[in-house]
Structure formats: structure tokens, C-alpha cells
């Protein structure tokens, strides 16, 4: 994306922590920004917050349901004609335990966000995107948890990122060789541990999935996680949120397929993951198999 003034932009999971960073360094750029959540209260709470940068709406959607990510489409193009922007951002997670104590609902709900979100948006947009004939980019948020090396009691949620990943790749391909007008991208957040609204996502969980049978995880995970890392002598680094963000559009500036902070270092954890496969080993270290 070389011009970004008048250009329009859609954010699922827009009232989320990385969402409202994206859209807030979005609109420092001049771009109309749509935010969409399926949390009402967090999205007005986010468009009130935004509105001072920019051109910026919120629409409530639920991703994981495709009539509500299409008539996010139709608001969309109604009153702005167009999208240049798409980025399938939101997305919730599911509690660390063994595959074989996860249960149906915990696969349901977080591949219906994750997965089916992605889906979603795309089928709602790049048709209208594709119709538009305009330069145009498709962010796919995934997660190096999955996408690049799974942990190991991340089953659910490891794997709905690893689809995002597969997804996008394909969607590029087919871009590239068909509308080579519009491009993907894998946006994969990290620098240090990101302090988000996933780690209390079970807020937003629909009743008609929730867990059937406690996980035996406490409620505030992310204190549970301080508290054991600071018993431990663990050091945490924070990443800046608005950094990220910024990060991600300097990468979308230069056309990049894959941003990600410290994407180097991906490229070596990539490169020992392949030699283990290469020698019939299993790739994910059993001694961090619980992070």
C-alpha cells in the first residue's frame, strides 16, 4: 500500500487491543476506518475513542456467522462504495489442555472465530474487492503459536492459526496469478508477550458453546501467568501494542506477504522445525509442551 489518504478499511475484532491499534494507526494515515466487533459496549467504547483521528464507524458483527460478516459487506460498500483494506483480525482462544480434554464446544467456538472468521471475510469481500478492479491488500492475523511452532497444549487454538496461515498462502497464490490488483498478507503479532483481551476472551463465548466440563485453569490467566513467571525469575517483556501496529504498516508499505516483528528469528525456528521433520522427529519440544 503506497497511498493510504481516502483509502477505506475494514478491522474485524476492531474494539480488541491489536484491532484498535491497527484502526487508530490507520486513521493517523488518512485511511476511513470500519470497525467491527461482536462485543457492543467494547466496540462503541472504541469508535468513541477513535473518532477524534478520523473518519472511523463501528459495525457489530459476529465473524463466525457468515450472514453477519455480510451484511457487515453491504454497510460497508453502502456507505462507502468500497474497500481497499480488509483485515480478519479477530479472534479468541481456548484453554491449555491435552487434545484429549478439550471438548467439542472448545473446537466449535474458536475455529468458528478463527477459521471461519477468516473465511468469511474473505468470501464477503474479495468478490466485491475483485468487482472494484482497485489495488486492494487482505491482512490475515494468525499467530506464531501455529503458524510458525505450535505449543504444545495449544491444540485448539495452535491449529485454528496454523489454518490462517495455509489460508492465506493459498488466497496470495490465487490472487497473484489471477487479480494481481489485490495481494494477502499473514500478519503474525509478536515482539513480547501482548497484553489482550484474549486471555479473558471467554467473556464473548456464546452460551450455546460453552465448555462442557470445567478446564480447571484459573479465571485470570494472565495474573495466573505473571505470578508463575515471576516465581520462576522470568524477565516478561511487554510489546507496545501502538509499536506493533506501526510495525505492521511499515511492512504493508513494502508489500510484504509475511509481517512480523523479529521475523528472523522465525526464519531459524522454521529452519530447525524442517530438519526434525526432515528426520522423521517430532517437531514441538515435550519439555514446553504446557506453555
Known sequence: MKAWKGK?????????????????????????????????????????????????RGV?????????????????????????????????????????????????????????????????????????????????????DGGIAPLGGQSVYASSKACVSIITECLETQLRAQHPQLKATIFYPAGGVLKTGIWSCDRNRPAELAREKPSGQPEDLMGAFMKAAEES???????????????????????KFVSMIGIEGAGETLRMRAEKIGRGEAPIDEHSYLA
Open 60 to 144: 457489530r458483527t459476529d465473524v463466525s456467522k457468515p450472514e453477519s460478516v455480510e451484511a457487515l459487506a453491504q454497510q460497508v460498500y453502502a456507505i462507502h462504495g468500497a474497500c481497499h483494506l480488509l483485515f480478519n483480525n479477530a479472534g479468541v482462544g481456548a484453554p491449555s489442555v491435552n487434545v484429549w480434554e478439550t471438548t467439542v464446544n472448545d473446537w466449535k467456538w474458536v475455529h468458528g472465530v478463527n477459521v471461519m472468521g477468516v473465511v468469511h471475510g474473505i468470501q464477503a469481500f474479495v468478490p466485491r474487492m475483485i468487482a472494484g478492479g482497485e489495488p486492494g491488500r487482505i491482512i490475515n492475523t494468525s499467530s506464531g
Open 8 to 56: 477505506v478499511a475494514v478491522v474485524t475484532g476492531g474494539a480488541g487491543d491489536i484491532g484498535r491499534a491497527i484502526a487508530k494507526a490507520l486513521l493517523r494515515k488518512g485511511v476511513r476506518v470500519v470497525v467491527s466487533d461482536v462485543e457492543q459496549g467494547a466496540l462503541d467504547r472504541a469508535v468513541r475513542e477513535l473518532a477524534p483521528l478520523g473518519d472511523v
Open 233 to 255: 525469575g522470568m524477565e516478561i517483556q511487554f510489546q507496545d501494542l501502538d509499536v506493533l501496529a506501526e510495525s505492521l504498516m511499515k511492512d504493508l508499505e513494502a508489500e
